[in-house]
């Protein structure tokens, strides 16, 4: 029997943020993964960066994220923005996080 050189292909990766940092401290790195892993689960394809929240500094490797995103990788909401603030991206930023207020349902009047 020979040894099959098949190459397993991710069904989905995101470009994420996983935090790394000490409490009260936020650092993150910037990581490719596959959509399902959950980023504390530490299971990641590669690192392409790392972001100081604390001080709004980002060392990132342009060069990869490039080529992620031409390879049809996903960017996570608060990737895109720090992205489109580092002018990686062009796009707008992704608004995260506000939950809109629940219609309420309009009630009788009773007399």
């Not at 959509?35 to 490797?61: I, P």
Request: hydrophobic share 40%.
């Amino acid at each position: 029997m020979g040894v099959s050189s098949a190459i397993i292909v991710p069904t989905m990766l995101m470009i994420r943020l996983q935090r790394v940092g000490r409490t009260n401290d936020p650092s993150f790195r910037v990581v490719l993964t596959e959509k399902k892993n959950s980023t504390k689960s530490g299971r990641f394809l590669e690192v392409l960066g790392s972001y100081n929240a604390r001080f709004g500094k980002a060392e990132l490797d342009k060069a990869r994220v490039a080529h992620w995103l031409k390879q049809g990788a996903q960017l996570s909401a608060t990737a895109n923005n720090l992205f489109v603030s580092h002018k990686l991206v062009k796009a707008d930023k992704v608004k995260f996080g506000v939950k809109s207020p629940k219609p309420v349902a309009p009630c009788a009047i009773f007399h």
